[in-house]
């Protein structure tokens, strides 16, 4: 195995050990990034120089004796939506592509706390919009299981980008999906926090009641370590919640017994790819094996869930994006008359066809006349939603199912069909409705070699047992330590 396809756990070893630097582990890194990324394009810009500065100055720390956080000089990728200071981000948007923040977000400060070397930013959907990361107004990302595929979106660059072995671990954000669903079409771990879990103080929102901040990384144990580092409150995010964060690696590898698995029959239903059961069902006996019971369990209102997303996302888009005007900061209209003539143009120019969709609907679905019959009604059934979870949970520990009801789809297959790509994240958009924590592990291949995931729901800040849970199929096979070849 080459240097740059291990874990992040084999790598602190390697570090600790000093069998290699952090200085020849970056190197490494960009080297992979410049042999690779020129058919994966995962990365918007690489901070090539500055990487370099900040693993010597870890082993530096190292050589003096001084204490090390517990990232210790492992390469990171930041998606493209969370404030770097100094560093241009532009959630992959024409509207933002000269904006450089004058600011760490929470995540980037606690990341730079813990002596990581943040390496570059990702690609992704723009503002997160997208389940492809074909809508990125720079370029498109491929999968590195297959170029001519889709990596999943909107964190896409995220998840290709530690696929490919150009970073052992990556961050990334998940709204409705966007995290478990690339990581399940990449063959990799990705982890949605509860919500509340991770400050969202300097990510970019996108919809504010159900964005979240998430790791990715080649295994269980690799996310946890990311975990261990973000999470925690923050008084700056009105909604991070004050739980204390457990110590998520240190009981990881002891298997949760009792287990009870639920098995929703809404995730088995009309549109899910044969080989994709297949897997899932084989995991369910990898489990049974272990002694768990896995028995089926009812989400009802999960049917809605698409529909009540698309209303509660676009109409928190509709607000959320208003701010980007041409007049603050950002990209203006270079031609205008008067000024409501430059916002309109500065939006229409700035904003790619797939953001303007959803402001269109979110400002349709606040509007006078329609706010009762069709917001009201989501945020209702949104509640529902959340108490068929509240019910299931109260008879199993963790909800399993595919994390998307199909492989890796070809690049271009579903632009023109804006609802076959918002149904991509079925599987997953209810939990970000409900505010739980989810996680989509690696499971199997499809035929023509295609990564498979399963997902594992949890109910809220029980990200412990979550992990524990995956880890115990993760020992039990080695579908974690395929690496695709470039």
Known sequence: MELIEHSARDLLGLLDRGEITCEELTTAYLEAIRQRDTKVQAFVSVQAADALEQARRVDEKRRRGQPLGKLAGLPVAIKDVLCTQGVPTTCCSKILQ???????????????????????????DEFAMGSSTENSAFQITRNPWDLERTPGGSSGGSAAAVAACEVPLSIGSDTGGSIRQPASLCGIVGLKPTYGRVSRYGLVAFASSLDQVGPFGHEVYDVALLMEVIAGHDKRDSTSVPEPVPPYREKLEEPVRPLTIGVACEYFGEGLDAEVERAVREALEVYRRLGATVRDVSLPHSKYAVATYYIVATAEASSNLARYDGVHYGYRAKKFDNMIHMYSRTRGEGFGPEVKRRIMLGTYVLSR?????????????????????????????????????????????????????????????????????????????????????????APPFAEEKLLRIARMYERETDWHQQRPRL
Do not use: W
Request: overall charge neutral; aromatic content about 10%.
């Open 98 to 124: 000269n904006f450089i923040p004058p600011y760490d977000a929470h995540v980037i400060e606690r990341l730079k706390q813990e002596d990581a070397v943040l390496i570059g930013k990702t690609n992704m």
């Open 369 to 457: 006349g329609y706010y009762e019959a069709y917001y009201l009604k989501a945020l209702k059934v949104r509640r529902l939603i959340k108490e068929d979870f509240d019910k299931a949970f109260a008879e199993c520990d963790v909800i399993a199912g595919p994390t998307s009801p199909t492989p890796a789809f070809k690049i271009g297959e579903r632009v023109a069909d804006p609802l076959a790509m918002y149904l991509s994240d079925i599987y997953t958009i209810s939990c970000n409705l409900a505010g739980i924590a989810g996680i989509s592990i690696p499971c199997g291949f499809t035929k023509s070699g295609l990564p498979i995931g399963l997902q594992l729901l």
